[in-house]
């Protein structure tokens, strides 16, 4: 798993690109995290408190160097997603390898973050087409796992598409809080 976080590599399809963050895409990226459209699909279970709506360019700056720093550490990796039809960033991905006692073990945890805009089935399961396999190699994990809230139609309907099964299972966080609305993928 530490080559990923050695050198993040750059994921691609026909519509998408998916690359490591970058300082430059901030003011993209703050239409992402200020759309209050996009907040309902956000998953920031287990983030400390943080909703991801940034409503400011020094909070957006900072959130950027936060995610620098977590991938120093080996935390997560943060993709910026680029449309190549738009040229522009529309969301990120973060990917990580979850390690709990709870039944997302070692699962590869997969939060989408896109403008609301770009928030369709087509675009969603085009971007999980790109991520299957190598989330698989990159993160070590026999199954991922992804948020999805009931509002989120569009998602819900991406994941049914790639074969991802609602669990009943809950995801429990560092202070005991359980999350649920979760999909899961097995290898």
Excluded at 39 to 61: A, Q, T, V, W
Excluded at 105 to 130: A, F, P, V
Aim: with cysteine.
């Amino acid at each position: 798993m530490s080559g990923v976080y050695e050198k993040c590599p750059v994921l691609e399809n026909g519509n998408f690109l998916l690359r490591f963050v970058e300082h430059g895409d901030v003011p993209f990226l703050f239409r992402v995290y200020s759309d209050k459209n996009s907040l309902p699909f956000f998953n920031n279970d287990n983030c400390h408190g943080d909703d991801f709506y940034y409503s400011s360019y020094k909070r957006m700056e900072e959130a950027v160097n936060y995610w620098f720093d977590e991938y120093d550490r080996k935390g997560f990796v943060r993709w910026s997603v680029i449309s190549k039809k738009m040229g522009e960033v529309i969301g990120t991905i973060e990917v990580f390898q979850r390690r709990s006692s709870d039944y997302f073990n070692q699962c590869g945890l997969l939060r989408i973050d896109l403008r609301s805009d770009y928030e369709t089935e087509n675009c969603i399961e085009n971007l999980i087409s790109i991520l299957i396999s190598p989330i698989y190699e990159l993160f070590e994990c026999r199954m991922i796992a992804t948020k999805a809230v009931p509002q989120a139609a569009e998602r819900r309907k991406a994941l049914e598409n790639m074969n991802f099964q609602l669990t009943d299972q809950k995801l429990v966080g560092y202070d005991g809080t359980e999350y649920e609305n979760y999909w899961i993928l097995l290898k």
